[in-house]
């Protein structure tokens, strides 16, 4: 009536298929204590075992195995087990629990739970964080693109999102010990089609003829001039001075946990006041806010603008705008609140294209010549200004 584990080991020649048995008593008739502690002695025998195959061990180890182990619950009388293995869920638990603590956003937090919970639905919750291999991470991926783990498709970025969260994941354990070698994650890294509004599309928004309120062409305006994220404008705080009208962003609002300030014209001071008023005197509900965005969505399709470019896209159409203009990625990244300079290279200045920036943005054109393509862009240089002087400005 007690559970054992079983391991067997090959002796003697190999054609010979012959092997060898020897049983580890559990001293439990509870199905959930066995499991427990079968997971333990099946984690002792994988250790032998690799030290066999390089040779730090040898088989008869394996067989002397309860002579060479003492068991936790071979002490006492079966009532419960005084090791504890620490698993893969519970690792994951640490790992959210170590975000919070760096102050992340709620979105975030979320995105990184919903992808390690398909993860350890994948892998198996009492699997030892410190056997995960490389057959783990491509299974897992495998059933992301099979979509096993999700009734609805997953697009290529989705699936790269996933696997982000799982690599964060494995470099915190690495960086802790807990695992020896991070598996190989290789991202699809989708070709997608641009996120920006072009000008056409962005003056097209703005002169929209049939908004139920004026609010909202006023709001498509204020993000498209001042790069802000959805949130920001509703929980960022108006202030003034001798140098002029700002909206400070604080810490906890900001994807990047970094807070800043935006300089703000009047017109872009009052608009802010309206959308707050407004969303105050709902109840400051998040639906609130989210009402923008569809708002945004149901315009762009009357406009006949991609499905694929959301409220986001104002804040790409700022980005683009502004690496143009200025030529100064750090100055962009600095008015975006990225958390580095390598999230504006990756997503405003890798693969930047003339031909392409010129047709999505003609009134740019001034900012994209040179000394080679003065005649066939405009008339740049102005007259009276040398072309050395000019390039040099």
Same mark, same amino acid.
């Given at each position: 009536?007690?559970?054992?584990?079983?391991?067997?080991?090959?002796?003697?020649?190999?054609?010979?298929?012959?092997?060898?048995?020897?049983?580890?008593?559990?001293?439990?008739?509870?199905?959930?204590?066995?499991?427990?502690?079968?997971?333990?002695?099946?984690?002792?025998?994988?250790?032998?075992?690799?030290?066999? @195959?390089?040779?730090?061990?040898?088989?008869?180890?394996?067989?002397?195995?309860?002579?060479?182990?003492?068991?936790?619950?071979?002490?006492?009388?079966?009532?419960?087990?005084?090791?504890?293995?620490?698993?893969?869920?519970?690792?994951?638990?640490?790992?959210?629990?170590?975000?919070? $603590?760096?102050?992340?956003?709620?979105? $975030?937090?979320?995105?990184?739970?919903?992808?390690?919970?398909?993860?350890?639905?994948?892998?198996?919750?009492?699997?030892?964080?410190?056997?995960?291999?490389?057959?783990?991470?491509?299974?897992?991926?495998?059933?992301?693109?099979?979509?096993?783990?999700?009734?609805?498709?997953?697009?290529?970025?989705?699936?790269?999102?996933?696997?982000?969260?799982?690599?964060?994941?494995?470099?915190w354990c690495k960086l802790r010990g807990y695992i020896e070698n991070v598996p190989l994650i290789e991202l699809? @890294?989708?070709?997608?089609?641009?996120?920006?509004?072009?000008?056409?599309?962005?003056?097209?928004?703005?002169?929209?003829?049939?908004?139920?309120?004026?609010?909202?062409?006023?709001?498509?305006?204020?993000?498209?001039?001042?790069?802000?994220?959805?949130?920001?404008?509703?929980?960022?705080?108006?202030?003034?001075?001798?140098?002029?009208?700002?909206?400070?962003?604080?810490?906890?609002?900001?994807?990047?946990?970094?807070?800043?300030?935006?300089?703000?014209?009047?017109?872009?001071?009052?608009?802010?006041?309206?959308?707050?008023?407004?969303?105050?005197?709902?109840?400051?509900?998040?639906?609130?806010?989210?009402?923008?965005?569809?708002?945004?969505?149901?315009?762009?399709?009357?406009?006949?603008?991609?499905?694929?470019?959301?409220?986001?896209?104002?804040?790409?159409?700022?980005?683009?705008?502004?690496? $143009?203009?200025?030529?100064?990625?750090?100055?962009?990244?600095?008015?975006?609140?990225?958390?580095?300079?390598?999230?504006?290279?990756?997503?405003?200045?890798?693969?930047?294209?003339?031909?392409?920036?010129?047709?999505?943005?003609?009134?740019?054109?001034?900012?994209?010549?040179?000394?080679?393509?003065?005649?066939?862009?405009?008339?740049?240089?102005?007259?009276?200004?040398?072309?050395?002087?000019?390039?040099?400005?």
């Amino acid at each position: 009536n007690l559970y054992y584990s079983r391991i067997q080991m090959r002796v003697g020649e190999h054609s010979l298929n012959k092997k060898k048995s020897v049983y580890v008593k559990l001293l439990t008739d509870k199905y959930s204590f066995a499991k427990k502690r079968n997971t333990i002695v099946s984690h002792r025998e994988q250790e032998i075992r690799k030290d066999i @195959r390089i040779n730090e061990a040898t088989k008869s180890d394996l067989l002397n195995i309860n002579e060479n182990t003492e068991w936790a619950w071979a002490k006492q009388d079966g009532s419960n087990t005084m090791e504890r293995l620490i698993t893969l869920s519970d690792y994951v638990n640490k790992f959210i629990n170590y975000k919070r $603590t760096k102050q992340m956003r709620d979105a $975030t937090i979320q995105s990184y739970r919903y992808a390690l919970a398909k993860f350890v639905k994948s892998v198996g919750s009492n699997y030892l964080v410190s056997d995960i291999n490389q057959e783990n991470v491509d299974n897992f991926e495998s059933d992301l693109s099979n979509k096993k783990l999700s009734k609805d498709p997953l697009s290529l970025s989705s699936i790269d999102s996933n696997l982000k969260s799982i690599q964060a994941f494995l470099n915190w354990c690495k960086l802790r010990g807990y695992i020896e070698n991070v598996p190989l994650i290789e991202l699809n @890294r989708p070709t997608l089609d641009d996120k920006w509004l072009t000008e056409s599309e962005y003056n097209m928004m703005l002169n929209y003829d049939k908004y139920s309120d004026n609010r909202f062409p006023k709001m498509f305006k204020l993000y498209g001039e001042s790069g802000m994220r959805l949130r920001e404008g509703f929980y960022g705080v108006l202030t003034e001075d001798d140098n002029g009208i700002w909206l400070a962003i604080p810490n906890e609002a900001s994807k990047s946990g970094k807070g800043r300030t935006i300089q703000l014209n009047q017109e872009q001071a009052d608009t802010i006041k309206l959308i707050q008023s407004l969303w105050l005197e709902g109840g400051q509900k998040i639906d609130h806010i989210k009402y923008y965005s569809k708002i945004f969505k149901r315009v762009r399709n009357k406009l006949g603008i991609d499905a694929h470019k959301s409220f986001h896209s104002l804040r790409h159409y700022f980005g683009k705008t502004q690496v $143009t203009i200025s030529g100064n990625i750090y100055k962009v990244s600095g008015l975006m609140g990225h958390s580095s300079v390598k999230v504006t290279e990756d997503n405003y200045v890798k693969g930047f294209d003339r031909k392409s920036t010129l047709r999505d943005f003609p009134s740019l054109r001034k900012y994209l010549i040179d000394a080679k393509n003065d005649e066939k862009v405009g008339e740049y240089p102005p007259k009276g200004i040398p072309q050395s002087d000019y390039l040099t400005n």
